[in-house]
């Protein structure tokens, strides 16, 4: 029920919304019967109304020949049929072309060979046609292939493809087919070239930055799935420029559709993952299970490729963008940068949406604008990245002046005015009256200071020797109150260690506290080590706490000593330890309890 | 003289004891020592005590709520602490002396002799601790005008017209408030910093006129001193 409800909370219900409004978008989508195609414009538009048919006959060629009862398909699914079939698109031609121009059609690698054919004329083949080639055999590219002057008089033209052969289940088999004017055609091939070897440089970078940052020593998880995020980019703009180059190998696949899928949507959610521990995020668990449905949704309704994918990609990164504004609305060292750049992303997946992007980029075409805003968003997040390592590096300087700082505490501690003068003054006090006990109180007190001078710059020291240092200094004390104080250790973890004089700072605590003048009083010491902790408790049996049994632990004021505990704790072992105290049994009784593997231990 | 030892380390309590012994000799009535504070409270209740030796940390407690408790009451306190920090703090709440940890016999005896009135110095207490509804008040000693003694009592008259009432000695209170109040009387001490003017009236009768209007009895003993004091 808590699952429950931690998933109902606002967030995650905007995140479920935003899906559900994807999947209304996607499903509303209607496709139209012809692709337009406007020849003034000199733009190129990408086919997207097909129709398929399997089987084979050259009488599908035909504009006359009615294909009502044929199967619609979308431009998602025109990409997996596979032969012996038949794709039928109606283009209406619009317009006049430029004198100097010419119809062309753009076609990129097939996994299959192909016939095209132009008002029923067959007017390119890609490969051979007769049927003996290899199932899922590469066709060769056919690149752009000019329609010809006179075959693109304004009106409606049939553009009809003869899938020869079969391929691999689930394989695609085509890619997008483009038409429009040639030099437009060429020069949108080239820019795309361009920006595939633009985003190799930039996602490299992204994936050896992150990955130099973390092998550097800050081993944070969020470098790890920052850098996965960058490789699926890398590895489709890699594959990208293999396809688009003239240079194709022959044996190189078409890009899987499943690597594709998670090219844009695991990678998205490995970029929230990123956010979400990069910006040190609330319910982390919550925060990184929200989008993976989200990838779910959109992986088991079909939404991996086309329109329906740069939704659900847009959806992850606005959820992003979310963790992004909480981050900064909490004050998060570098949340603004990541804001920033993940902003720019959203806007640059809406402009593509509703295809401003296509218009800027027919609007300005010098200027590669996919590239400069990935590499906007890239810059933007290696600068956050950057001002968490200042902020760690700071933090890091902060310990160590507080290590520094505890180090002096301690040595203050142990040789402060008040407990030096008045061991000094009972030493005084006994030399006349008791020569031989002022001597031991005097070894004593060496001896006290001989473990604290060895201690004082370390940060952990051997249980053993924290027990030694608290035999001491009852020792020590004993002589100066004329009592007898004893520390019992029952059950030992040999091996274990402890920030120095957590212990002796309890005992000095309880000797100050509990104990009435004279009275004599025992320590006991138990150490309990379990799977996920070591359990130290310390008690006394002053007779002073008898007053304390009515009141709550919260109501006892922490004096410097336990504050001095709790610092050295978080020091040694931050945010893995805990320290109760109360009356139990008729005993003052302090526990620490440290995660097991918090601190070093030779055992 | 009658002698409280509070002061919770054995060793160090019996070495201040031998020590008053010493120096007070047969003029030393009684002496207790306390090892704890429930056990000093309850002798100064059931007996009377001219003065407190006091140690300032007594079982981790903070003895400066122990010391204004201490300060109301008619006797006075030496302050003994290893908190040499403090002994500002200590002289501005009126304690006759403050003796850091360890000592000699020998400072000891100073601290004495001042309670005795042997070796007076100027005081600097900022404050004067007093009773009201059984909780003990610190009176800033810039704000009082005049004090005056009336049986074991002294009434300190302040600058907004309160009268409050000090259980201790005008005797005690000449050693620790500062300079600029002078024993005009037998039983009155003023702040010369609220006094207008003095003058001799006739015959035997001298009076001090404070600011506000008010006239006090001078001495005819104390009005050459004064005269010194204020150049007149």
């Not at chain 1, 990408?46 to 060629?61: P, R, V």
């Not at chain 1, 407990?419 to 005084?428: A, Q, R």
């Not at chain 2, 100027?122 to 009336?150: C, D, M, Q």
Request: charged share 20%; proline share 5%; net charge neutral.
């Amino acid at each position: 029920m808590r699952l429950l409800a931690r998933f109902l909370r606002p967030a995650s219900l905007l995140a479920i919304l935003l899906c559900f409004v994807a999947l209304a978008v996607c499903a509303g989508a209607q496709q139209s019967a012809v692709t337009r195609v406007d020849l003034s414009s000199a733009r190129d538009v990408y086919i997207n109304a097909w129709k398929f048919h399997s089987g084979d006959d050259l009488e599908w060629a035909k504009p006359g020949f009615d294909d009502g009862s044929w199967r619609k398909i979308s431009e998602d699914e025109a990409r997996r049929v596979g032969g012996p079939g038949w794709l039928r698109a109606a283009l209406a031609l619009e317009g006049a072309i430029d004198d100097t121009e010419v119809l062309a059609l753009q076609f990129d690698r097939w996994a299959i060979p192909f016939q095209v054919f132009w008002d029923g004329e067959l007017i390119a083949t890609s490969a051979t046609t007769s049927g003996a080639g290899r199932p899922g055999a590469l066709a060769p590219r056919l690149g752009i292939l000019r329609v010809g002057r006179e075959r693109t008089q304004p009106s409606t033209h049939l553009l009809a493809l003869r899938l020869v052969q079969g391929t691999q289940p689930g394989e695609p088999c085509c890619s997008v087919v483009w038409v429009g004017p040639y030099t437009v055609l060429r020069n949108a091939l080239q820019a795309s070239l361009d920006l595939s070897r633009i985003n190799v440089g930039l996602y490299l970078a992204a994936v050896l930055f992150s990955l130099f940052f973390y092998l550097g020593g800050w081993r944070s998880p969020s470098l790890l799935f920052f850098s996965g995020y960058a490789v699926f980019p890398l590895i489709y703009a890699l594959w990208n420029i293999a396809e688009l180059s003239g240079t194709t190998p022959p044996s190189l696949p078409l890009l899987p559709s499943w690597l594709s899928t998670i090219g844009t949507l695991v990678s998205s959610w490995l970029l929230i993952l990123f956010l979400v521990w990069h910006l040190d995020a609330p319910r982390k668990v919550v925060n990184a299970s929200v989008p993976a449905i989200v990838v779910l949704v959109a992986m088991i309704g079909g939404f991996t490729s086309g329109r329906g994918l740069v939704i659900f990609e847009a959806l992850l990164f606005i959820y992003g963008l979310g963790i992004c504004l909480s981050g900064r609305r909490r004050g998060t060292p570098g949340a603004m940068f990541a804001m920033v750049g993940v902003g720019t992303m959203v806007l640059f997946q809406s402009a593509e949406l509703t295809h401003v992007m296509a218009r800027l980029c027919n609007a300005v075409p010098s200027i590669p604008w996919a590239a400069v805003l990935t590499g906007f968003f890239l810059a933007c997040v290696l600068g956050s990245i950057s001002f968490r390592i200042r902020e760690r590096a700071k933090t890091l300087q902060a310990l160590e002046i507080r290590s520094q700082r505890l180090e002096t505490e301690l040595l203050k501690k142990s040789i402060q005015p008040h407990f030096v003068m008045n061991t000094l003054f009972s030493i005084k006090s006994l030399i006349a009256r008791n020569p031989p006990k002022a001597e031991e109180l005097v070894e004593a007190m060496a001896a006290e200071f001989r473990i604290i001078s060895r201690i004082a710059p370390e940060r952990a020291i051997d249980v053993e020797e924290e027990i030694d240092l608290c035999q001491r200094h009852l020792q020590l004390m004993g002589h100066r109150r004329d009592a007898t104080y004893r520390l019992i250790v029952e059950g030992t973890c040999p091996g274990e260690q402890v920030p120095p004089m957590v212990f002796h700072t309890l005992v000095e605590n309880g000797l100050t506290h509990s104990y009435q003048p004279k009275e004599n009083g025992t320590f006991y010491l138990t150490c309990e080590r379990t799977e996920r902790e070591i359990v130290y408790r310390l008690r006394n049996d002053g007779s002073r706490i008898q007053h304390l049994t009515s009141l709550a632990a919260e109501a006892i004021e922490e004096g410097m000593g336990l504050k001095y505990v709790k610092a050295r704790l978080e020091e040694s072992a931050p945010g893995q330890w805990r320290l109760d105290y109360g009356v139990k049994d008729g005993l003052w009784e302090v526990t620490i309890a440290l995660a097991s593997r918090a601190m070093p231990c030779v055992c | 003289m009658r002698v409280l030892i509070v002061e919770d380390e054995p060793h160090i309590a019996s070495y201040i004891e031998d020590a008053v012994r010493s120096i007070l000799g047969s003029t030393l009535r009684s002496l207790h020592t306390s090892l704890s504070l429930e056990d000093a409270f309850e002798w100064r209740s059931k007996r009377a005590i001219d003065l407190c030796l006091l140690d300032l940390n007594l079982s981790g407690e903070d003895g400066f709520d122990l010391l204004t408790e201490a300060l109301s009451g008619p006797f006075l306190t030496i302050v003994i602490s290893a908190h040499t920090e403090r002994a500002i703090q200590a002289f501005e709440h009126g304690v006759i002396d403050f003796l850091p940890k360890p000592f000699t016999v020998d400072r000891l005896r100073v601290a004495i002799d001042r309670v005795l009135g042997r070796n007076p110095q100027p005081g600097r207490a900022r404050y004067l601790v007093f009773r009201k509804h059984n909780r003990s008040h610190l009176l800033p000693v810039e704000t009082i005008r005049y004090l005056e003694a009336e049986r074991y009592l002294v009434h300190a008259h302040t600058t907004d017209g309160r009268v409050e009432l000090l259980e201790k000695p005008l005797s005690y209170l000449e050693m620790v408030l500062p300079e600029q109040f002078v024993r005009i009387h037998r039983s009155r001490i003023v702040n010369l910093d609220h006094m207008a003017s003095f003058e001799h009236v006739s015959g035997n009768e001298y009076r001090v006129r404070l600011k506000d209007g008010t006239s006090l009895a001078l001495s005819r003993s104390r009005y050459p001193m004064l005269a010194r004091r204020l150049g007149g």
